[in-house]
């Protein structure tokens, strides 16, 4: 079936009345939908529901607004445990697909795509009425391409596989950005940032080094203008003694010339809902700019809202981009206080809407910023501050951007999908997206987020039986922590194993040369790490969309990591660390799991065999057994020639 339908024929809207037979129900408004999601679950009593919920749902429904279809504010019903639970607005259509030749998850995409919500958008301008709307009657009279009911299976499935990747780098970027803030508000809020050695000596305690400040007794005085305790010697500035500020215009609407082939980004207030800008939806050209009072802002300039529903909100640009006046510029005199400036800013921000009533929108202008009180710890705590939440951000941000090339593969592939145009067989992610994925045009580096395979372990013995006195919990999570901040990877077991394995061959740290590592398939491994390893006491396991296990340090353990990692005690370990790292992203190995993989299997064979001679090394290589599918000994996964290049590595740089 390869014709076009109109959609009338294939879905219908649900207009029942929902059955209030319970005390408490979720109402679902339009705002509480957008970009397929449903954003609360939060239950209301049903007697101020009555006069406005009317629609009952199902898993598989899609929920679609009648109000500005460029809002985006559409759901897909899927997963609700309790659907039955949820009433919903006169405004949200109910569809519910009423064939057995059609889709639901390829109606989703096509009701969702650019094309289809543009084409809406303009029959809701043109109705008369108080604002843009439309009703099923229009909805349905939509052309929809119906090809085979597997190819449109097959349609979905690619576009939703681009979705999921996105959605995991959104959650991914959610949990970054909450331990950044955990960060900040452990060291700024709470005042339990790691006392220096300074201070530890001034008060004749050296052991205090390194322990939280605060909790550890550090000295705080009462300040005047916060009318609160702050640790001794830090300082309370306005934003505009460490900052420049600005803010921008907007150019004639009604001269086109202003924004005719524009390049010039355009940002507005609404735009500042994200912790950085990467892109901005308009655009004006230098006549525009020169012609308005909009100004050309650097990248890293912190973009603060100051009206609207996003009021308040703060935002880093990674562009040079000019924005509207609605917008507060601030640009701080130094590059390490871009972050504690943005967090700081952020949480003033929860004490505006404190003081007003529940919105900020009527505390903010220019002026009002530029006059906002800022504590100001010493230069060398901002500079490790800035030190630590670099890596995170960073994260963040290469997340952000490979979204925006996700997003536009996606834009692209789909209407040719929908349309025909594209002969979509069953291995179309290889031959479209995967094409271009191969070729470079997403940005195969920031893709690269693990290089091994999962690796299946054999029955493992308890850890209190091996080594009843160790515990190896801080040292993994720090292994985790560093890697990711030095690489932006994560890593699986395999990788695990094989730095522990690398730096008890290259240090003298009593507790690693007490880790037994034996042969096992594709490297050393140590039974005592592994059972470490599965505790997950402070590490938790991340399922990428490969199928790949990568392992993470858990937002609740961050702060105790840290701690660890700063007490003195541990710094030959974290200096081991560093070092194994430095190595790793020298250019033979280039931080590659294979590469890694190579250096651990050569390091083991220099030592066991007490030679750097290639053909005994070889040789042994040659009766290693391997566990990774096809390979079944070491030499056979890889070459003699790459083998010498390490071994001469290993003997010149280590």
Not at 136 to 162: G, M
Not at 310 to 322: F, H, M, P, Q, R
Not at 324 to 352: G, M, V
Request: aromatic content about 10%; proline content about 4%.
């Amino acid at each position: 079936m390869n014709n076009y339908i109109q959609l009338g024929e294939l879905i219908k809207t649900i207009s029942k009345t929902h059955k209030f037979d319970k005390k408490e129900l979720v109402f679902l408004n339009t705002s509480d939908v957008l970009e397929g999601k449903i954003l609360t679950d939060h239950y209301t009593a049903v007697s101020a529901l009555k006069g406005q919920a009317k629609k009952s749902i199902k898993n598989g429904d899609i929920l679609y607004s009648e109000i500005r279809p460029k809002n985006k504010r559409y759901a897909y019903v899927k997963n609700l445990q309790n659907p039955e639970d949820y009433v919903v607005s006169t405004k949200l259509m109910v569809l519910r697909n009423n064939s057995k030749d059609l889709d639901t998850d390829y109606l989703y995409h096509f009701l969702t795509y650019e094309e289809t919500l543009n084409h809406l958008q303009r029959r809701a301008e043109n109705r008369i009425g108080s604002f843009p709307q439309i009703t099923f009657e229009v909805l349905k009279t939509l052309q929809i391409w119906l090809p085979s009911l597997p190819k449109q299976k097959r349609i979905a499935k690619v576009l939703s596989d681009i979705d999921a990747k996105i959605e995991v780098n959104n959650k991914i970027n959610q949990e970054l950005e909450a331990m950044a803030k955990t960060l900040y508000d452990y060291w700024f809020v709470q005042f339990d940032f790691p006392t220096s050695a300074r201070y530890a000596a001034s008060v004749g305690k050296p052991e205090l080094k390194g322990k939280p400040y605060k909790s550890s007794g550090g000295k705080m005085v009462f300040n005047e203008e916060l009318k609160r305790e702050i640790p001794e010697g830090w300082e309370v500035k306005k934003l505009n003694e460490i900052a420049k500020t600005g803010s921008g215009g907007t150019p004639l609407k009604s001269k086109k010339e202003y924004y005719k082939n524009g390049t010039i980004p355009w940002i507005n207030s609404g735009e500042v809902n994200a912790p950085f800008i990467v892109s901005a939806s308009k655009f004006i050209n230098e006549v525009g700019l020169k012609e308005s009072s909009a100004k050309l802002f650097g990248r890293g300039t912190i973009l603060m809202a100051m009206y609207g529903a996003t009021a308040g909100k703060v935002s880093l640009i990674d562009l040079e981009a000019c924005t509207n006046q609605a917008i507060c510029a601030i640009i701080p005199d130094r590059e390490f206080l871009n972050y504690y400036i943005k967090f700081s800013l952020e949480d003033l921000y929860k004490y505006l809407v404190n003081l007003s009533s529940g919105s900020a929108r009527d505390n903010l202008s220019q002026d009002k910023i530029k006059q906002l009180n800022l504590v100001l710890p010493n230069k060398t705590l901002l500079q490790k501050f800035h030190q630590n939440i670099s890596p995170m951000m960073n994260k963040i941000l290469v997340n952000m951007k490979e979204n925006q090339k996700l997003t536009e593969l996606r834009d692209w592939l789909l209407p040719m999908l929908m349309n025909g145009q594209v002969n979509v067989g069953r291995s179309v992610a290889e031959r479209d997206f995967g094409k271009k994925y191969a070729e470079g045009e997403l940005g195969t580096d920031d893709y690269r987020k693990v290089a091994e395979e999962e690796i299946k372990y054999g029955k493992e013995e308890k850890l209190k039986d091996l080594f009843p006195t160790l515990n190896y919990d801080f040292e993994l999570a720090a292994v985790v922590l560093l890697t990711e901040q030095r690489f932006k990877l994560n890593y699986g077991k395999k990788y695990l194993h094989k730095i522990f394995s690398n730096m008890q061959f290259l240090a003298s740290l009593p507790k690693i040369n007490e880790l037994q590592f034996s042969e096992k398939g594709w490297g050393m491994f140590s039974k005592g790490l592994a059972q470490s390893v599965k505790n997950e006491v402070h590490i938790k396991k991340s399922k990428l969309d490969n199928g790949r296990t990568i392992y993470k340090v858990k937002s609740g353990s961050y702060k105790e990591v840290i701690n660890w990692m700063n007490d003195p005690q541990n710094n030959p370990f974290i200096d081991e660390v560093a070092s194994m790292l430095t190595i790793y992203e020298k250019p033979l190995i280039d931080c590659g799991m294979d590469r890694i993989e190579l250096l651990n299997t050569v390091l083991q064979c220099t030592k066991a065999l007490d030679t750097y001679d290639f053909p005994k090394i070889y040789d042994k290589m040659k009766t290693w057994k391997m566990e990774e599918p096809g390979f079944e000994f070491k030499a056979d996964k890889f070459e003699p020639e790459e083998t010498r290049y390490m071994i001469r590595f290993i003997k010149d740089e280590i």
